[in-house]
């Protein structure tokens, strides 16, 4: 099991930049895909990103896609996500997963990520 801890998240402006983080910790991080996934209020968790154990392929949820960046630093055992021209409906609680098996390229389905963060609020303003 691994343990999941983000941060970087608050109260932003429409258009603004913020920058999570996603220290893990209880195995080895550098053999598991990471993913990004968001909750807000009465809707379903929505997938947002997910990046390969190496780093070299990333995904993107189609509400993200060229504003998102999702990065791993495996030495440091931290996943990245990088938002920027952030709009209203980008506010939710954002959760870093970690996939449920090693050396699989991840998918955007949340049944396929066995470890979660607490999550971290992500409120942006009009």
């Known amino acids: 099991q691994v343990q999941l801890v983000e941060s970087g998240g608050g109260l932003v402006q429409a258009g603004g930049s913020l920058r999570l983080s996603c220290v893990a910790s209880?195995?080895?991080?550098?053999?598991?895909?990471m993913g990004w996934f968001r909750q807000a209020p009465d809707k379903e968790r929505e997938f947002v990103a997910a990046?390969?154990?190496?780093?070299?392929?990333?995904y993107y949820g189609d509400s993200v896609k060229g504003r998102f960046t999702i990065s791993r630093d495996n030495a440091k055992n931290t996943v990245f996500l990088e938002m920027s021209s952030l709009k209203p409906e980008d506010t939710a609680v954002y959760y870093c997963a970690a996939h449920l098996n090693a050396y699989v390229a991840p998918s955007g389905l949340p049944a396929d990520f066995g470890s979660w963060g607490q999550g971290t609020q992500v409120t942006v303003s009009s």
């Open positions: 209880g195995r080895t991080f550098g053999y598991y895909a």
């Open positions: 990046i390969s154990w190496s780093g070299g392929s990333s």
